[in-house]
């Protein structure tokens, strides 16, 4: 991404200079849909990021924004309503402010990014986090990286309708060259572990579809699991969320809770004791292992969580022909990428053959993306 192209339109738009701030996308190597169940992931900033260039321009509470890559501008108040549905992120950022205490008034700013849109790489995260942490930084407002990634996470629920949880505006906020964050998204505790898995290499194959309302799927997924962890407490008061339940605890309630509630929460108890398995075996460099966890990962999300899609599912079965260490799809599921942990040797065999097989089978040229696990939200100078 180029700078300088967003500050010089910026000037050509608004006659002045404006201060840089990028925040960037993510991946995650495990922990999928643990995280709004108060369980455990493993996310990691990426390379691809949004950037926007902002200044204040006097006026109580005028909004000018201008999408770059979209070539649109929307221009509201803080009492309207965007028109632009992009405007809803940087409106919801603003209101979330507001509502701890910020006081917000008028700029001008110019955004892009290429972090792509419907990958399951969080490019809504990274807008929020970006405009987050500008505003933040341009108002000197106060507001910890902890605060930032919730104002993003409250934007989502409010303003766009995703019940989200923490993971995507903390790896955004929070990431670290060459690291890994381990993050308790209960507590919001976090390690980074540095990830540099030598002889083998992490690549992201993007499917290119985005199926169903993706957005109300997610938000009957996480219905599911409030349901299932509602029926556990009657028996467990303890049981706050599915983190806190155990199998055998779900067992309890197997007649009670819907076939379907079962499967789901079954998919998260799993998975959050995967995410644990992972880290250990991270901790002795055992590759081997956590690959074995990622397809074990990928099974569940498809066949209990019923997020993934035809097309996650061939891309993930030519990885295991070919004989790659790990993969799973990623992120929220319904299409968007696999991530794929390949030994070195295999990389390119594997890219071309994933390549050629997903574009014969389904008339889409996947998109591919090496991983380089990157710097979280920062002003740049
Ligand atoms: C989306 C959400 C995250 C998380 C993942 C699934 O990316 O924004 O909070 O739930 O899906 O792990």
Redesign the pocket.
């Known amino acids: 991404m180029n700078a300088q192209l967003l500050k010089d339109k910026f000037k050509a738009l608004y006659g002045s200079e404006g201060s840089v701030y990028t925040s960037p996308g993510r991946i995650?190597l495990i922990?999928?849909?643990?995280?709004?169940n108060g369980g455990f992931?493993l996310p990691g900033a990426i390379d691809k990021a949004m950037y926007c260039v902002i200044k204040p321009n006097g006026t109580p509470d005028r909004i000018k924004a201008y999408a770059m890559d979209l070539s649109e501008m929307d221009e509201f108040g803080l009492d309207d309503i965007p028109i632009k549905h992009w405007g809803k992120y940087i409106f919801g950022v603003c209101h979330e402010m507001m509502k701890r205490g910020a006081t917000i008034k008028g700029f001008d700013c110019v955004f892009a990014g290429d972090v792509p849109l419907g990958a399951?790489m969080?490019s809504s995260?990274a807008l929020e986090s970006c405009f987050g942490f500008a505003l933040n930084d341009m108002y000197n407002l106060g507001f910890d990286r902890f605060e930032l990634a919730k104002i993003g996470?409250a934007t989502?629920h409010n303003y766009v309708g995703?019940k989200?949880?923490?993971?995507?505006q903390f790896a955004s906020c929070f990431g670290k060259n060459g690291s890994l964050i381990k993050l308790d998204c209960r507590s919001l505790d976090y390690e980074y572990i540095p990830f540099n898995p030598k002889g083998y290499r992490l690549v992201l194959l993007n499917t290119c579809v985005a199926h169903e309302l993706a957005s109300s799927a997610?938000n009957k997924r996480r219905e599911s699991c409030e349901n299932a962890a509602s029926y556990i407490r009657k028996y467990h008061p303890e049981v706050e969320l599915l983190r806190d339940a155990t199998m055998d605890m779900l067992k309890e309630v197997v007649n009670e809770v819907s076939a379907e509630d079962f499967m789901r929460a079954e998919f998260v108890i799993e998975e959050i004791a995967r995410m644990g398995e992972t880290c250990e075996a991270l901790t002795r460099d055992d590759f081997e292992t956590v690959g074995k966890k990622m397809y074990e990962c990928h099974i569940g999300l498809s066949r209990k969580y019923e997020v993934s899609c035809e097309e996650l599912d061939f891309l993930n079965d030519v990885a295991r022909q070919c004989g790659v260490t790990g993969s799973r799809m990623m992120?929220?599921?319904f299409g968007g990428c696999t991530i794929n942990l390949v030994k070195s040797e295999l990389h390119d065999d594997f890219v071309k053959r994933a390549t050629e097989d997903y574009e014969r089978k389904f008339r889409i040229k996947p998109k591919v993306y090496d991983v380089v696990i990157s710097d979280g939200a920062r002003k740049l100078e």
């Open positions: 995650n922990g999928e849909h643990t995280d709004y992931v399951g969080s995260a996470q989502e995703v989200c949880g923490i993971m995507d997610y992120g929220g599921g």
